[in-house]
């Protein structure tokens, strides 16, 4: 897989250590940015990660910021983009099987590398389950992707 990976200032020293884990599961970084701890805003990096992922020139996608919440609120406006934040294997496997996650967000300021490593690990190494329950579910969170906004009054 091809697997494009962005950050903000506060998640660049982690970067590094998942793009070493991402090469040696056998996969291709495609690295986004940023490329310094030089404070920089994090929806213009989600937004990159999940263009790529839109566009097909990564096939998953991981964003890094402080907490990981604001980078995955970004991501998560693009259509076609499910990112999950996710700070335990089992949310990051859980969430590729069960509802097709396709970027995963992290907060570099919340869990530490080796947490990170092995959170990365199980992303990488899960895939959708394409089960009844789980379509039936996907199918109904892109029509809300796809509904437009009705007010209830």
Request: with cysteine; charged share 25%; hydrophobic share 40%.
């Amino acid at each position: 897989m091809k697997i494009a990976i962005g950050c903000d200032h506060a998640g660049f020293p982690l970067k590094t250590i998942i793009i070493e884990t991402i090469q040696k599961s056998g996969h291709e970084v495609l690295d986004i940015g940023t490329f310094s701890e030089e404070p920089v805003d994090y929806p213009d990096y989600a937004e990159k990660v999940g263009r790529a992922v839109q566009r097909k020139e990564a096939d998953r996608g991981i964003i890094v910021c402080g907490s990981g919440v604001g980078a995955a609120v970004a991501a998560n406006k693009l259509n076609g983009i499910r990112a999950g934040l996710c700070h335990d294997t089992y949310s990051a496997h859980q969430s590729v099987e069960h509802d097709d996650v396709n970027i995963l967000a992290l907060g570099a300021r919340v869990i530490g590398s080796a947490l990170a490593v092995e959170i990365v690990k199980a992303f990488l190494g899960a895939q959708f389950s394409g089960g009844p329950r789980h379509m039936r579910r996907l199918k109904k969170v892109l029509e809300i992707e796809r509904s437009e906004y009705e007010s209830d009054s």
